[in-house]
């Protein structure tokens, strides 16, 4: 859960401020798409390019997230030492005079 939130409230403040500057400069009703106007009212467009800019921006972050993990998070068995596939170099092998 906290990285969900370390990747979507940096990504909605940059999404905000994105789409502030953005629809600062650039009239909802200018706006076309693949030539032809688009027939939707102002706040839907500046709802979808808000949604959209969301969306890159958290997938930046996401990225981010996903390539700082370090070598140990990625190699990192998750079976304890005694529960290992036999010749994995890393089993510990129970020891028989603790179980007696």
């Given at each position: 859960m906290?990285t969900?939130?370390r990747?979507?409230?940096p990504s909605f403040?940059?999404a905000?401020i994105?789409?502030?500057?953005f629809f ?9 798409l693949f ?5 939707l009212?102002r ?6 390019g808000f949604f959209m800019?969301?969306?890159f921006a ?6 981010t ?5 370090s070598?140990?998070d990625?190699n ?13 170099p ?8 603790t179980?007696a």
């Amino acid at each position: 859960m906290l990285t969900w939130m370390r990747v979507l409230w940096p990504s909605f403040l940059v999404a905000g401020i994105a789409g502030t500057v953005f629809f600062t400069f650039f009239d909802p009703m200018d706006l076309s798409l693949f030539g032809e106007r688009i027939a939707l009212s102002r706040m839907a467009v500046y709802s979808l390019g808000f949604f959209m800019l969301w969306i890159f921006a958290a997938a930046s972050s996401g990225l981010t997230c996903f390539l700082q993990r370090s070598a140990d998070d990625l190699n990192r068995c998750p079976l304890e030492g005694a529960e290992r596939p036999a010749g994995c170099p890393k089993r510990e092998e129970p020891d028989e005079r603790t179980e007696a």
